[in-house]
């Protein structure tokens, strides 16, 4: 069947229409099917307008053209005309027709502006107002008044809801709460329906929020929406930062085989006209992408969209809604005024200028602290030469060398004691510090100051007389008894040769009245994991592939370039610190004693155990996360990957670059580092290698 002029000059005119249709789900620039196993979804591809992208659960296909009609006759019934590709690349016309007694002839003659369709019945947005419904069960539906204006419809099996005009919340008629009351006091821009829930998207933050049977920890946090659709199982939504297709199970876990394309998406239909109130007309070039300046084929034409108000939690208003853009959100961590205080949940004004007073007092208290251990030191100085003795015969000193070659005689507080600490000889600028002045620079190691704590014992930050921040790790009592001094002395030979910019390197030591204290650079931006995990600001992609490339020389370093080779034998995340640069340092290494016979082996489960670093920094997951399933990381996403699916891991929360293969690439590599026979995993410098071609390859943001 040939399509005639008439409809190819309603196609021409599509793009000026407001009309949508849908079976139990959302219209818009994505759409859902139904069925437990030929669900699948559909979205508009922004980066490609002549094409769609249908994500099927079985596989993904790409569609050339899908052009979908719908006609009402009083004489051929409700018919729907599809325009598909066949085996030649020739389009072909498929109608399907539906009884005419299912069509009510009352509705026939009306525009409407959205229908939906559930089990038995459809209902429709009549464009002069109000809802009507049409179909076998559509009496028991009990429609609203038609003095009711609704801005669109989503239907259940036996129920439909929609969003007011006027309060911009969400009604619902039909079978008594089918999936539950609806949220109250809640405004919503759009709407969809799944087997047994229905989701919609906050007017205030454009976040999601859902009723029914679903699982509420799959429901995205941190991103806002600007359309969704929900099949049987899967929901899937389009986000407004980068316009990417993003989809979560109602039950929790994607299956294996659901791979959204991280193609840019469709943000809505274009059309003529200015935006209304509290509108905004879509830029592209908010979306970074230099080849994409609009999104409508004329420039005339423009995508509408609902501004919204608020922010989701965590971040404020950084900037309000204009003609051209939507409002947009910056994290609490850079909340500077007053503006944003009250949105943040940080203190008032009142209270900043106590907290800047207690911060005064305590640089008083420093201060003094700092004046009274100079006189210490003084006084100290002015003894020590007295107390030195004759070299021969005497007991209870402790000669030492600074790295620098400055040799340093000290007391031991008990003489009847052993010397606690041979002589060291060792290049560098590694320096002995004395007990009393990392106790002055830690505040007496007060807990305010600590950074973290490990198996080891505590680490502080630390400010030196001089003004150079430090990090003084503090051994605890276990350490301590476990650990002779001998084995302490062999250490410190190591850790003051070691010199790497992708190390946290040593800078000195103190081994006074019992303590034992190491003193390294200070990594102001803190451990990976804070940033990727905890409350600290996220990363974007060219940053996470640069610390990627960085943390992995550092252990290559350590295996290949040190004598004798250290072994990590705890790589994760929160070792790997972020220095004032945003470089990646490696810390918190153990040295490979002689009775470690399989120094490969050792090596192998570094590489493994990077391998999960990997996995963290493309997915933004915990490495074990005991509300997800699997809760371990390797579980969940080594099968994705091997299956073809390593998009479906990539974290969303970041802004995807518009080619993502460097991010896929990285994946792969993680696989190569997580393979169960260690004989086939590479090695640090082969994974440093593959790293940096990706690097080289070049990522867009």
């Known amino acids: 069947m040939t399509m005639s002029i008439h409809t190819w000059l309603l196609l021409l005119l599509l793009p000026l229409m407001p009309l949508s249709a849908s079976g139990y789900g959302s219209s818009g620039p994505v759409a859902a ?21 249908m994500l099927e659960q079985k596989q993904q296909v790409l569609i050339k053209f899908n052009i979908v009609i719908f006609h009402f006759s009083a004489t051929n019934g409700y018919s729907l005309r599809r325009r598909t590709p066949n085996n030649n690349s020739l389009a072909k016309d498929v109608v399907f027709n539906y009884n005419s007694s299912f069509l009510d002839p009352h509705v026939s003659g009306l525009v409407m502006r959205n229908i939906v369709s559930g089990e038995g019945f459809s209902c429709g947005v009549v464009r002069e107002g109000g809802v009507v419904c049409w179909g076998p069960k559509s009496v028991k539906l009990g429609v609203p008044a038609i003095s009711k204006e609704f801005v669109l419809l989503a239907s259940g099996i036996g129920s439909v809801c929609g969003i007011s005009n006027v309060s911009r919340e969400v009604e619902c008629w039909g079978v008594a709460n089918e999936f539950g009351a609806p949220p109250i006091g809640i405004r919503f821009v759009s709407l969809s329906a799944g087997a047994q829930h229905y989701c919609g998207v906050r007017k205030d933050d ?57 193609q840019l998406c469709s943000p809505g239909v274009c059309s003529l006209g200015l935006c209304g109130a509290g509108m905004f007309a879509f830029n592209a070039s908010v979306l970074n992408e230099p080849d994409l300046t609009t999104l409508c084929v004329r420039k005339d034409l423009k995508i509408c969209l609902p501004c919204g108000t608020n922010c989701s939690q965590g971040y404020f208003p950084s900037s309000l809604c204009s003609d051209t853009a939507d409002r947009i959100c910056s994290a609490c961590s850079l909340c500077q005024n007053s503006s944003c205080w009250d949105v943040c949940g940080l203190p008032s004004s009142s209270g900043v200028q106590e907290q800047e007073q207690m911060e005064i007092n305590k640089l008083l208290v420093i201060i003094g602290c700092l004046v009274s251990g100079s006189l210490l030191i003084l006084f100290a100085w002015c003894l020590i030469p007295r107390m030195i003795k004759t070299k021969d015969g005497e007991r209870g ?120 204290l190491l003193v390294y650079e200070f990594m102001p931006h803190g451990t990976l994991h804070d940033h990727l995990h905890g409350e600290l600001s996220p990363l974007d992609w060219n940053l996470r592939l640069k610390i990627s490339l960085q943390a992995a020389r550092g252990l290559e370093y350590l295996h290949k370039e040190v004598t004798p080779p250290i072994v990590h034998r705890d790589v994760k995340t929160s070792n790997i610190l972020l220095d004032s640069e945003w470089g990646a340092r490696i810390a918190d290494f153990g040295i490979l004693s002689a009775s470690d016979r399989d120094l490969n082996g050792d090596m192998e489960s570094d590489v493994y155990n990077f391998g999960i670093v990997l996995l963290e920094i493309s997915s933004g997951r915990k490495a074990y996360d005991k509300d997800c399933s699997p809760p371990g990381i390797a579980q969940w996403a080594l099968p994705l990957i091997r299956h073809g699916k390593a998009a479906a891991i990539i974290d969303r929360s970041v802004a995807l670059p518009r080619d993502v293969e460097p991010l896929l690439k990285v994946a792969d590599v993680a696989e190569l580092a997580l393979r169960e026979k260690p004989t086939e995993r590479p090695s640090m410098p082969e994974v440093v290698s593959l790293l940096d071609q990706i690097m080289r390859s070049g990522l867009t943001s």
């Not at 007496?444 to 950074?451: A, I, P, R, V």
Request: hydrophobic residues 35%.
């Open 33 to 53: 099917s139904f069925g437990d196993t030929n669900g699948f979804f559909c979205a508009i591809d922004a980066w490609r307008q002549s094409r769609n992208h």
């Open 206 to 262: 454009h976040g999601v929020e859902c009723w029914g049977i679903f699982n509420s920890s799959s429901v995205p946090k941190g991103s806002g929406f600007i359309a969704i659709a929900s099949s049987d199982y899967t929901i899937c939504g389009v986000r407004e930062v980068d316009l990417v297709l993003d989809c979560w199970s109602v039950h929790g876990q994607l299956p294996l085989d659901y791979s959204p394309p991280l």
């Open 397 to 516: 000193k402790i000669k030492c060398t600074f790295c620098v070659g400055k040799p340093v005689v000290e007391a031991d507080p008990d003489p009847n004691l052993q010397p606690s600490l041979s002589l060291i000889t060792t290049v560098g600028s590694t320096q002995v510090f004395r007990l009393s002045e990392l106790k002055d620079a830690t505040h007496g190691f007060k807990e305010f100051n600590e950074l973290g704590r490990g198996s080891f014992g505590f680490v502080y930050k630390a400010v030196l007389t001089d003004g150079r921040q430090v990090a003084v790790k503090r051994a605890n009592a276990a350490t301590i008894i476990h650990t002779n001094s001998r084995d302490f002395e062999a250490e410190l030979e190591i850790l003051c040769n070691i010199r790497h910019g992708n190390i946290v390197n040593l800078l000195g030591y103190c081994a006074e009245m019992g303590e034992r």
